[in-house]
């Protein structure tokens, strides 16, 4: 089948996109080049998809749902995950084996797409690959369209603007199942599958929550520890990422200020094994840290979202000496979005934050 007349159902459709439009992709793949067939091909699926607005892609969401078909992942599908990063690549006048299908693809259906092999299948790369739909939105999803997730990313992509908080300040009378419906709600899934994407080598190699984790257990108690501190888990998150910022910045300067330094003195200057950072946080009552930050080729995400809006790539340790004895507290940067709108200090894993200790080394408390 190779023109829009032949495509009638949408089993047609399927056909033609797993048999014909798959191979071009292939060959374009191995040749670099895209032929006219392939482009014939191309807006055949394309045409079918314009007169019947969303069949195909319900179609494919529904393949990708069955674990026995998308587990493993199939050709059609890879292609399709090729073809997106071609796009994304591609220059104002080239032209690629799927580029009118892709046009014609429902941003929403993209989107649902990217949620099923993030979150079904673990498939993490599909969460960079969201924002090619993500970016095709006029406006941000209606709430009956998308879950809560979904529509913040979106908002985020569009504005820049960070997402709102997801759990309440107060959560003090709230049972860990309360607070595990409060993440079901926001994600749109259940618990069993949001804490699957937090745990040791999904989305991060370390995890967010240990293998017996519970996340409404992990959170309750932490919330309670800052209850019982009179801490304000914004506060805290304020604190903590104005020192990581401040260290940074300072680190810059640094260099700036060096031109004609050695290299490996002033790359050293505010990392593991080198001097550190000062920073003097608390106007009120100031606060003396030292700080040593560093950054990894790799970066990781907020594990509550299909797509990227917080990530980082930095990790931190900071030193508090004004009691006399070190109190070290040391994590990832992404934790400030963290503990400020999931009240997540992350469960039995290494990057873990203990409350309180965050809390004394910061200055919050004494």
């Not at 080049?33 to 019947?52: G, Q």
Request: proline share 6%.
């Amino acid at each position: 089948m190779s023109n829009a007349a032949a495509l009638r159902t949408v089993d047609d459709a399927w056909e033609h996109f797993t048999t014909c439009v798959t191979k071009h992709i292939r060959v374009s793949d191995e040749t670099e080049a895209v032929t006219e067939s392939a482009i014939m091909a191309d807006e055949a699926l394309a045409a079918f998809m314009r007169a019947n607005e969303g069949v195909f892609e319900d179609h494919l969401v529904g393949r990708a749902s069955d674990p026995r078909w998308a587990a493993g992942g199939p050709e059609a599908l890879h292609a399709l995950l090729q073809s997106i990063l071609s796009w994304r690549g591609m220059g104002s006048d080239a032209r690629g084996p799927l580029h009118a299908t892709l046009s014609a693809f429902d941003p929403l259906k993209g989107l649902q797409l990217c949620r099923t092999m993030v979150w079904r299948h673990h498939r993490e790369e599909w969460a960079d690959i969201s924002r090619f739909f993500a970016n095709r939105f006029t406006e941000v999803p209606k709430p009956h369209h998308a879950p809560p997730e979904l529509r913040d990313a979106v908002a985020f992509q569009k504005s820049r603007i960070s997402p709102p908080d997801v759990l309440p300040q107060d959560l003090e009378g709230r049972t860990p199942r309360e607070i595990e419906a409060m993440f079901e709600e926001y994600v749109g899934l259940r618990i069993g599958d949001i804490e699957a994407r937090l745990r040791p080598g999904v989305c991060s190699f370390s995890g967010f929550l240990g293998p017996e984790d519970r996340l409404g257990e992990v959170v309750w108690e932490d919330a309670n520890r800052l209850r019982q501190l009179g801490v304000d888990r914004r506060v805290l998150a304020d604190r903590l990422e104005e020192v990581i910022d401040r260290a940074y910045k300072k680190q810059v300067e640094v260099i700036r200020a060096s031109p004609g330094a050695p290299w490996r003195d002033t790359f050293s200057v505010g990392r593991p094994g080198g001097t550190p950072i000062e920073v003097i946080v608390g106007a009120e009552s100031p606060v003396v840290l030292q700080v040593w930050r560093w950054g990894w080729l790799g970066s990781q995400s907020n594990p509550f979202h299909t797509q990227v809006v917080e990530s980082t790539n930095s990790d931190f340790i900071i030193v508090n000496r004004s009691s006399g004895v070190d109190q070290r507290l040391q994590g990832s940067a992404l934790a400030s979005p963290l503990i400020r709108r999931f009240c997540f200090f992350e469960g039995r894993v290494p990057y873990r934050i203990e409350p309180v200790l965050a809390a004394r080394v910061l200055g919050l408390v004494a």
